[in-house]
């Protein structure tokens, strides 16, 4: 099984709210990252944990922030957004390499459609 | 810094009619390439991944191979169902975790 899930599936803030999305996987995936697209746009890096800690950050702005309270779940915290970060916010989770020379396969969830206005 | 760049932008074709969609790489020390297919609004479905020059794979109508500077991605006889968009992306020896992804290749097959 493959499956990453995220919660909800759509979600319409204002820029004055705080909002969080959650993501799962049960794969056993020590890796899971946080992605933004925009329409007609390949996804882009925000946070990446390994082993439940940040490991990259994008330069993401503050107004986003990431939290993984244990091995299966990742939380995408938002506050004070501004219309320009709606988009699909996406998930993945990979196997945590340990060295070597291959790069484990990310898997992606469905997605959450965010509208800020 | 990585590059990928996908061809064509856009591929329409036919039901039936095969064809290959392009994705040309710079890496420095290639760690994996892989393909996704992305439906609108969806996220990115895992298709297949190719560590080394010479490797192919194959899924149904889609068969993956790998050179030292592009991949293809061969769809023989489409299907309506196989329209998508279908993104390429790497990981390289000097960025761990970070994929850097093509813009995509927007397929659709007309019935």
């Known amino acids: 099984d493959t499956e990453v899930t995220q919660t909800p599936k759509h979600l319409v803030m204002g820029m004055t709210n705080k909002k969080s999305l959650k993501c799962e996987q049960h794969?056993?995936?020590?890796?899971m990252y946080w992605y933004k697209q925009k329409a007609k746009k390949p996804p882009e890096l925000m946070f990446v944990?390994?082993?439940?800690?940040?490991?990259i950050n994008e330069s993401v702005p503050s107004r986003f922030s990431p939290e993984c309270p244990n091995s299966s779940l990742l939380n995408l915290h938002l506050h004070a957004l501004q219309p320009e970060d709606s988009a699909l916010y996406l998930c993945a989770s990979s196997q945590e390499h340990r060295g070597g020379r291959a790069q484990e396969t990310q898997y992606f969830g469905p997605g959450t459609r965010l509208l800020v206005l | 810094e990585d590059q990928v760049t996908q061809s064509p932008e856009a591929l329409r074709l036919q039901e039936g009619e095969s064809s290959s969609l392009n994705c040309s790489y710079t890496v420095s020390g290639l760690r994996g390439l892989f393909w996704y297919r992305q439906d609108p609004g969806k996220g990115p479905e895992f298709l297949f991944t190719l560590y080394s020059a010479g490797e192919e794979k194959e899924k149904e109508r889609l068969k993956a191979t790998l050179t030292k500077k592009e991949s293809f991605l061969h769809i023989t006889a489409p299907k309506p169902e196989d329209s998508a968009t279908y993104l390429c992306a790497v990981s390289s020896s000097g960025s761990a975790r970070q994929l850097t992804f093509g813009s995509g290749t927007q397929l659709t097959v007309l019935p």
């Open positions: 944990y390994s082993y439940e800690k940040l490991s």
């Open positions: 794969m056993g995936h020590r890796a």
